[in-house]
């Protein structure tokens, strides 16, 4: 069993920037690959970004590359959203899980991404 948390939201102005902390207790992290949701209000979640738990491989959407990225500290059984040039587009609710590659995901509970104009 994994217990995912995720912390690091606020309120920024467009053009601003946030790191989310996705942190995870009950397991080592580093077995799981991690990945970023997002669901804005009345909207479907939206896949944001991703990274392997074997060699760290990254996977971004369209929507966010260039801006975001995601690392992993596997000594602070951690995962980063380091969220640049925000747009208010990205005002959502952003999940983060931790996959172990065999049908297992979990999912924390979210932080609020609010981006003002």
């Known amino acids: 069993q994994v217990h995912v948390v995720e912390s690091g939201g606020g309120l920024v102005q467009a053009g601003g920037s946030l790191r989310l902390a996705c942190v995870a207790s009950g397991q080592p992290f580093s077995k799981y690959s991690a990945a970023w949701y997002r669901q804005a209000p009345g909207k479907e979640r939206e896949f944001v970004a991703a990274?392997?738990?074997?060699?760290?491989?990254?996977y971004y959407a369209d929507s966010v590359k260039g801006r975001f990225t995601i690392s992993r500290d596997n000594a602070k059984n951690a995962v980063y959203l380091q969220m640049n040039s925000l747009k208010p587009e990205d005002t959502a609710i952003y999940h983060c899980?931790?996959?172990?590659?065999?049908?297992?995901?979990?999912w924390g509970q979210g932080t609020q991404v609010t981006v003002s104009s």
């Open positions: 990274i392997n738990w074997s060699d760290s491989t990254t």
């Open positions: 899980n931790a996959d172990d590659g065999l049908g297992l995901v979990y």
